[in-house]
């Protein structure tokens, strides 16, 4: 059986690793740095809080972000699958495979800023930004690992009654370029609101959905724990009866420097990408808005909405295939169908293309992808005006994949301009274990909502950034 090949299955057995964690991630914000008085940091989740002085943020180093987060699979059961590089030792585990849910949907996010500036000017507080950001949604059903692991012979099946239904299957990435300009402004003593307008450059996308996925056989004569991977002609010859892969499946993608290898069949067979071929693929605009309000002296709400757009991609970098399945039907008459029948059910791809037989249109549609965008709302008691405060706030990640909340305990300590520190705890994600801790040293910040215990640690995310104060607060 021939394979995608070269960078682009590389990159997807690394996404695929990220599917396996089988929950969602948080990107691109920390929690755990939402009160923080003196952190700019959290204004990716409410642009009504700015912090105590202006900043400016050194190229790249200045905010680099990445996370990701599991249900089931440990940091350990990823590194595995890395290190086999996709092939079958991880879902021929017994642990691994007893480790995944029903579905295992996963979201990952990275970022880093290129330019990131912030000051004070009378009662607002203005800022820019040019970033890099990148988020991955995933869903994939346990039933697929039951398939391959049928498939490599782990499993007794009667294969003249064999049905397994691995439907509803996503791969969803989408890379761009933000630039952003912000305002946040002091209406009165009580109330503060904040808002940023976002242009995006998007780089690529890639959208695979493979709504239904059964493969059914009434095969007579085939060992129960057959390995079809190493089917011998011994084996093909004695199988009778009939077998079908019914696939109804959509490849949208949009990037410079993708391209897809047609078979004399006329399906996609092949993927090549060329990095270095990367430029603009789309256009599009994003917003946030927010609000801060101080009931009391020492009691105030916030919300905001962050993320809230969407990007138009180019028909020049488009390109669409749909599955066409109608000759995969097989039966043990003619030889040569029974054959070809065995090498793409003994593949042992999780994305597999000749399974999938994805024809590309010869006009692609127009696309338009949205954001994931977050809600935020939170609430801060001060204990010591300035200083200490206790804060709880409930964030809610929308996608058309996975839609994760969480709510976030945290006590913050301010002691002066240049120095803060915040202790959280999340109950809802992580199986109740998400301790997070952020921490300001004058120009530094570190942050994280989920500590990392070692490789058997479910739950990963991290912040960092240096930055140059700038300014005081007037």
């Given at each position: 059986?021939?394979?995608?090949?070269?960078?682009?299955?590389?990159?997807?057995?690394a996404?695929?690793?990220?599917?396996?964690?089988?929950?969602?991630?948080?990107?691109?914000?920390?929690r755990?740095?939402?009160f923080?008085?003196?952190s700019?940091?959290?204004?990716?989740?409410n642009p009504?809080?700015?912090?105590?002085?202006?900043?400016v943020?050194?190229?790249v180093?200045?905010?680099?972000?990445?996370?990701s987060r599991?249900?089931?699979?440990?940091?350990?059961?990823?590194?595995?699958?890395f290190?086999?590089?996709?092939?079958?030792?991880?879902?021929t585990?017994?642990?691994f495979?007893?480790?995944?849910?029903?579905?295992?949907?996963?979201?990952?996010?990275?970022?880093s800023?290129?330019?990131?500036?912030?000051?004070?000017?009378?009662?607002g507080?203005?800022?820019?930004?040019?970033?890099?950001?990148?988020?991955?949604?995933?869903n994939?059903?346990?039933?697929?690992?039951?398939?391959?692991?049928?498939?490599?012979g782990?499993?007794?099946?009667?294969?003249?009654?064999?049905?397994?239904?691995?439907?509803?299957?996503?791969?969803?990435?989408?890379?761009?370029?933000?630039?952003?300009?912000?305002?946040?402004r002091?209406?009165n003593?009580?109330?503060n609101?904040?808002?940023r307008?976002?242009?995006?450059?998007?780089?690529?996308?890639?959208?695979?959905?493979?709504h239904?996925?059964v493969?059914?056989?009434?095969?007579?004569?085939?060992?129960?724990?057959?390995d079809?991977?190493?089917?011998?002609?011994?084996?093909?010859?004695?199988?009778?009866?009939?077998?079908?892969?019914?696939?109804?499946?959509?490849?949208?993608?949009?990037?410079?420097?993708l391209k897809?290898?047609?078979?004399d069949?006329?399906?996609?067979?092949r993927?090549?990408?060329?990095?270095?071929?990367?430029?603009?693929a789309?256009l599009?605009?994003?917003?946030?808005f927010?609000?801060?309000?101080?009931?009391?002296?020492?009691?105030?709400?916030?919300?905001?909405?962050t993320?809230?757009?969407?990007?138009?991609w180019?028909?020049?970098?488009?390109?669409?295939?749909?599955?066409?399945?109608?000759?995969?039907?097989?039966?043990?008459?003619?030889?040569?169908?029974?054959?070809?029948?065995?090498?793409?059910?003994?593949?042992?791809?999780?994305?597999?293309?000749?399974?999938?037989r994805?024809?590309p249109?010869?006009?692609?549609?127009?696309?338009?992808?949205?954001?994931?965008?977050?809600?935020?709302?939170?609430g801060?008691?001060?204990?010591?005006?300035?200083?200490?405060?206790?804060?709880?706030?409930?964030?809610d990640?929308?996608?058309?994949?996975?839609d994760?909340?969480?709510?976030?305990f945290?006590v913050?300590?301010?002691?002066?301009?240049?120095?803060?520190?915040?202790?959280?705890?999340s109950?809802?994600?992580?199986?109740?274990?998400?301790?997070?801790?952020?921490?300001?040293?004058?120009?530094?910040?570190?942050?994280?909502?989920?500590?990392?215990?070692?490789?058997?640690?479910?739950?990963?995310n991290?912040?960092?950034?240096?930055s140059?104060?700038?300014?005081?607060k007037?």
């Amino acid at each position: 059986m021939q394979s995608m090949t070269g960078a682009l299955r590389a990159r997807l057995i690394a996404v695929l690793a990220l599917v396996l964690t089988a929950g969602a991630a948080w990107g691109q914000f920390v929690r755990s740095s939402y009160f923080m008085e003196g952190s700019q940091y959290r204004m990716s989740l409410n642009p009504a809080l700015p912090p105590d002085r202006g900043f400016v943020n050194l190229p790249v180093v200045g905010n680099i972000n990445a996370s990701s987060r599991s249900d089931a699979l440990s940091v350990n059961d990823v590194l595995d699958i890395f290190k086999n590089g996709g092939h079958d030792e991880y879902y021929t585990d017994d642990e691994f495979f007893n480790k995944l849910n029903d579905r295992n949907k996963a979201t990952v996010s990275i970022g880093s800023d290129l330019i990131s500036v912030g000051w004070w000017h009378g009662k607002g507080f203005m800022s820019f930004n040019i970033s890099l950001k990148a988020d991955g949604y995933v869903n994939v059903p346990k039933e697929l690992f039951s398939f391959m692991r049928d498939m490599k012979g782990l499993n007794s099946n009667d294969y003249s009654d064999y049905h397994r239904d691995m439907s509803d299957e996503e791969l969803n990435i989408n890379a761009y370029t933000e630039v952003g300009a912000g305002y946040a402004r002091q209406v009165n003593e009580r109330l503060n609101i904040g808002g940023r307008v976002k242009f995006l450059m998007g780089q690529g996308n890639l959208n695979l959905r493979v709504h239904r996925a059964v493969a059914q056989s009434n095969l007579y004569g085939v060992d129960p724990n057959l390995d079809w991977s190493s089917a011998g002609f011994r084996d093909v010859i004695r199988a009778r009866g009939t077998g079908s892969i019914d696939i109804d499946a959509t490849l949208e993608s949009t990037a410079e420097g993708l391209k897809y290898m047609i078979n004399d069949r006329g399906y996609i067979e092949r993927a090549r990408f060329k990095g270095r071929n990367m430029g603009v693929a789309g256009l599009g605009a994003a917003i946030d808005f927010g609000l801060a309000y101080r009931v009391t002296d020492d009691i105030e709400l916030s919300a905001a909405l962050t993320d809230l757009g969407f990007i138009s991609w180019y028909d020049g970098c488009t390109q669409v295939a749909h599955s066409n399945t109608s000759d995969l039907t097989f039966d043990s008459h003619a030889p040569g169908d029974i054959t070809r029948f065995f090498g793409i059910m003994g593949s042992g791809e999780a994305i597999n293309l000749h399974l999938l037989r994805l024809m590309p249109e010869e006009t692609p549609s127009k696309r338009r992808t949205m954001l994931a965008s977050t809600l935020a709302v939170g609430g801060k008691y001060q204990l010591i005006k300035n200083k200490l405060n206790l804060g709880v706030l409930f964030t809610d990640r929308f996608s058309h994949v996975v839609d994760r909340s969480e709510l976030t305990f945290s006590v913050n300590y301010h002691p002066r301009s240049l120095l803060d520190f915040s202790l959280s705890y999340s109950p809802i994600l992580c199986g109740g274990s998400s301790i997070g801790l952020a921490m300001k040293l004058g120009p530094l910040f570190m942050g994280t909502d989920y500590m990392y215990f070692g490789n058997n640690a479910k739950c990963c995310n991290m912040l960092v950034g240096l930055s140059i104060p700038l300014g005081q607060k007037p």
